[in-house]
């Protein structure tokens, strides 16, 4: 049995996130149906973590474990035949048996992308949030900045089907950036882990900040602001200490 891990992109506004979900298109439910075509048998495909219905990925990374000889490359090629040109794998590697992609990440990037111009062209509009109206940058920024470090997140996570197991919402951000390209805002993170709506969460807060509805910028807010759109936010890049 050999353990594969493929990088994917993909467009994520005609599915409902990442996981499975019956009746509906996933990312890991289409996935799924290619390779079980491969194999000729189900093939259980973990992913490093979840994304939300409409979000975007550059560089998520999944795994799975096959008994079919195909060469990576030869896997690429025929996975990317049959999936549609919305999804693609960019790379297919063979791995250590134990690989789990989710447990053996160490960091994670995700990127958000908001158009501020007051006219958004139409190929950008699945992409981005379209937010023309006055903000002061400057203070959204400062505010950026102290989302890094180790914090309790909770204030800024949606309700999980997993909070029942108690777990930590502490997190560690490496990175927590905003700046101006061209006509874009972008909103940069690089964190340990993320929680539930996090990202899109911290993009609201840091609206609100724009707005000037946040007075204290020094200090992690006591409550999230309303949570940003979900076609803004893509997953950048997964990074693991070895394959």
Wanted: proline share 7%; aromatic share 8%.
């Amino acid at each position: 049995m050999r353990r594969i891990k493929i990088q994917v992109a993909y467009d994520g506004g005609g599915f409902h996130g990442w996981q499975v979900q019956p009746g509906l298109p996933t990312i890991q439910g289409l996935l799924e149906r290619v390779i079980a075509e491969i194999e000729s048998k189900p093939v259980p495909v973990a992913g490093s973590g979840r994304t939300d219905a409409g979000v975007h990925a550059l560089g998520q990374v999944a795994a799975f474990s096959l008994e079919n000889p195909i060469p990576p490359l030869n896997l690429k090629r025929a996975m990317n035949r049959l999936l549609p040109p919305t999804v693609r794998i960019l790379t297919v590697d063979e791995v250590h048996p134990d690989f789990h992609p989710r447990f053996a990440a160490r960091a994670k990037t995700y990127e958000y992308r908001m158009a501020r111009e007051e006219v958004c062209s139409p190929f950008e509009w699945p992409f981005v949030h379209h937010y023309p109206y006055p903000l002061d940058e400057e203070r959204m920024s400062r505010l950026a900045a102290v989302f890094a470090g180790e914090h309790d997140f909770t204030a800024f996570a949606a309700s999980d089907d997993r909070d029942d197991e108690g777990k930590s919402k502490v997190r560690s951000i490496f990175a927590s950036t905003l700046q101006r390209r061209g006509g874009h805002l972008i909103y940069r993170v690089r964190g340990s882990g993320f929680l539930k709506h996090m990202v899109r969460n911290l993009v609201g807060t840091l609206i609100e900040a724009g707005k000037g509805n946040i007075l204290d910028l020094e200090a992690l807010p006591e409550k999230s602001g309303p949570t940003a759109p979900a076609k803004g936010l893509f997953l950048i890049d997964v990074e693991y200490g070895t394959k």
